[in-house]
């Protein structure tokens, strides 16, 4: 059975929270790579951890890679003057809002050691929430 930290960061900006869960993904790839460097028989040094984060943003667009900016009802100087970040990142899907009182949830797991198939991945999470 696998073991999950949960971690409350409570109100946080979303660059934080990226720059967070990029630090803790690098760890688990350093990991990774540390143990498939060792010889074939011996222990993994450490084992990767996983974690789930829970937090709570300020006002904030993030536009993922199949998205278009186009589909924001206001331009980047508008969501600037309501004082209301906006981010291009790396994860599939459309536009998506966090804000206060909206409890947001980041996995960060090595799924090899859960599942080999994404999509089945996806689908618990849906099946979730």
């Known amino acids: 059975m696998q073991k999950v930290i949960f971690k409350d960061l409570g109100t946080i900006s979303y660059r ?3 720059d967070y869960q ?8 350093d990991i990774k790579l540390k143990n498939r460097n ?4 011996h222990q993994p040094l450490l ?12 006002p904030v667009y993030t536009l993922g890679s199949s998205g278009s900016s186009d ?3 206001l331009d ?3 969501l600037q003057k309501k004082g209301i970040e906006f981010f291009k990142i790396n994860r599939g899907g459309d536009i998506t809002y966090h804000g206060p009182g909206q ?16 999509h ?9 929430t």
């Open 16 to 18: 934080e929270a990226w």
């Open 22 to 29: 990029q630090k803790l993904l690098q760890q688990s790839i």
């Open 38 to 41: 060792l010889k074939e028989g």
């Open 47 to 58: 084992n990767v951890r996983h974690y789930l984060l829970f937090c709570q943003h300020p």
């Open 71 to 73: 589909h924001l009802l």
């Open 76 to 78: 980047e100087k508008g």
């Open 103 to 118: 409890i947001v949830g980041y996995p960060i797991f090595d799924l090899e050691e859960f599942f080999t198939d994404v």
């Open 120 to 128: 089945r991945y996806v689908r618990y999470l849906e099946e979730a």
